[in-house]
């Protein structure tokens, strides 16, 4: 396959950054998608002297492998890292970078980091399964392949899932990524090198927790790292005071959405771009960044254990406790649940909240989408791209999408949508889910629909679970609010999805976290 001008010269500066040799060894067969990878393969190694292509046979054909070349500096040590699939799209970067860190370029860890996943003994064979279309599994084949190129008893493969459908099927996987370590299923969903870690290095989260609880306290801790938790950090250390942000994912549920065409001044972007652009402005100012850690409980000075007088604890979910004197919660949202039975027993076999990430599981499928507003409708209309057929189901009597998603949406051939549909249930065989049963609302008929997925799309719930009983929240567990966005508790503020305030957007989620940032530094000051 021949690269587009403008990808080839990319990459030919970044090849030049290659410090050392590299091979590329191909496993090929005569299928057109191995001629596709010969191709690619064969216009790369010609782009620098320091790549060779040679061909070996793997299990898998079509894949490639990235080694160090011979008169490599670390020649002696081996690297695990394969590709079973033409690595574009998404994959490009986690091509590039396993090309540049094989060739001696150095990677953007920490040192301590490096030593940490050098030091890991035992054996360890990761594969993960992907779709080019998916844009939480770069992260993890990132992560995996720096860890190959690290240590040598750390292998990876990538896998793309709709060239090697056969495994697939056996595996019965039915959403990206899905990662096998050792033959068994190690995880699923985005993860990032300091979620993996942990689970390979044992002593980890014990290291990682009395670090945190030696920490001195803050005078704003902001809880999630979303649009709103962002803000509310960047307007806190703007004030010259100390200021941290511990999340349970850098990004929150902007880094599911791929779309986003109404953050004013910015036509069109991403949600991984806009997350990136978000971290990188948070640490461009003195804020203490602390991702991956979940938080469990909040306690007022004085109060349950707490035996500060003056600082509000945080507990997380790793055994820690951080201090504050103020507190802004912003944890956010997550997707709404159907509640019904099979959902759960499902998940992951067929019942899915991506469309992005899993669709491409589903090509030539039967797919129903639950949700007649923006998302649910925008789904309907990236699935039918290359699904069998999408049926939409809506519980009201119309959609709520803006109207120039249904025209788009009605436009499609191979799209029904059924109104006043109530879902409930998700059948199965066991194994896999195998279809939809629905309450037509109108009639009270009970209707069955044959299914190979169904993308869940009605909402978003609060993250607010582990605030229940420590502050006020609605009757639909948002956090309560006032104009200053003060919550029931001294000295804890809150903002974003997580909140009473009415509109779940972006743009307003920011807002509010500013508003919540000079909040808790006006209550600071009054202290």
């Avoid at 290659?18 to 790369?44: C, F, G, H, K, N």
């Avoid at 990206?176 to 980890?204: C, H, Q, S, W």
């Avoid at 640490?283 to 109060?303: C, F, H, M």
Wanted: glycine letters at 10%; charged letters at 20%.
């Amino acid at each position: 396959m021949a690269l587009e001008t403008g990808i080839k010269t990319q990459l030919q500066t970044y090849l030049q950054m290659l410090r050392e040799p590299i091979v590329l060894a191909a496993s090929l067969d005569e299928t057109p998608a191995a001629q596709e990878m010969r191709e690619l393969l064969e216009e790369i190694t010609s782009m620098s002297d320091k790549i060779t292509l040679t061909m070996e046979d793997d299990a898998r054909k079509p894949s490639f492998a990235v080694k160090r070349g011979a008169g490599h500096a670390e020649a002696n040590k081996a690297v695990g890292v394969r590709f079973a699939g033409i690595p574009m799209g998404h994959e490009f970067t986690s091509l590039v970078l396993a090309l540049l860190h094989t060739g001696g370029h150095p990677m953007k860890l920490e040192p301590e980091k490096i030593a940490q996943i050098a030091a890991i003994e035992g054996s360890f064979h990761f594969e993960t399964y992907i779709s080019l279309s998916c844009h939480n599994c770069p992260d993890v084949v990132q992560a995996m392949n720096m860890m190959a190129v690290i240590n040598p008893n750390i292998t990876h493969v990538m896998i793309d899932g709709a060239l090697y459908q056969d495994e697939v099927k056996a595996r019965e996987i039915m959403s990206v990524p899905t990662i096998y370590l050792n033959g068994e299923v190690f995880g699923a969903g985005r993860m990032e090198l300091d979620e993996i870690l942990p689970k390979i290095d044992l002593g980890a989260v014990a290291r990682e927790a009395k670090k945190l609880d030696a920490q001195a306290p803050f005078d704003v801790l902001v809880v999630g790292g979303g649009p709103a938790g962002a803000s509310a950090a960047i307007y806190a250390a703007r004030k010259g005071i100390r200021t941290g942000i511990v999340a349970e994912r850098f990004g929150g549920q902007v880094m599911d959405t791929l779309g986003i065409e109404n953050f004013i001044s910015v036509k069109e972007t991403e949600g991984p771009k806009l997350v990136m652009a978000l971290e990188e402005h948070v640490k461009s100012y003195d804020v203490e960044i602390i991702n991956l850690q979940r938080a469990v409980s909040l306690t007022e000075p004085g109060k349950h254990g707490n035996k500060n007088e003056d600082l509000i604890e945080l507990k997380l979910e790793s055994g820690a406790t951080l201090r504050s004197k103020s507190v802004i919660l912003a944890t956010g949202a997550r997707w709404r649940e159907l509640n019904v039975p099979g959902e759960k027993e499902y998940r992951g076999k067929g019942v899915a909240y991506c469309p992005h990430c899993d669709g491409p599981l589903f090509k030539g499928k039967p797919v129903a989408v639950v949700g007649g507003g923006n998302s649910g409708v925008e789904a309907a209309i990236d699935l039918a791209n290359f699904v069998d057929h999408v049926t939409l189901l809506q519980f009201d009597t119309e959609l709520k999408a803006d109207a120039v998603l249904q025209k788009k949406l009605r436009s499609l051939h191979n799209v029904t949508i059924i109104t006043s549909a109530q879902t409930t249930e998700v059948t199965g065989d066991g194994n896999k889910m195998n279809g939809l049963t629905y309450t037509d609302r109108v009639t009270g008929e009970s209707k069955h629909l044959a299914l190979d997925g169904v993308f869940v799309q009605i909402g978003l719930v609060p993250n607010s679970d582990w605030l229940k009983g420590t502050l006020n929240l609605s009757k639909y567990g948002e956090v309560e609010v006032n104009h200053h966005n003060a919550t029931s508790l001294p000295g804890v503020f809150a903002a974003g999805d997580v909140t009473t305030t009415p509109y779940k957007q972006i743009i307003i989620a920011m807002g509010e976290g500013a508003k919540a940032s000079l909040g808790a530094f006006d209550y600071l000051i009054r202290q």
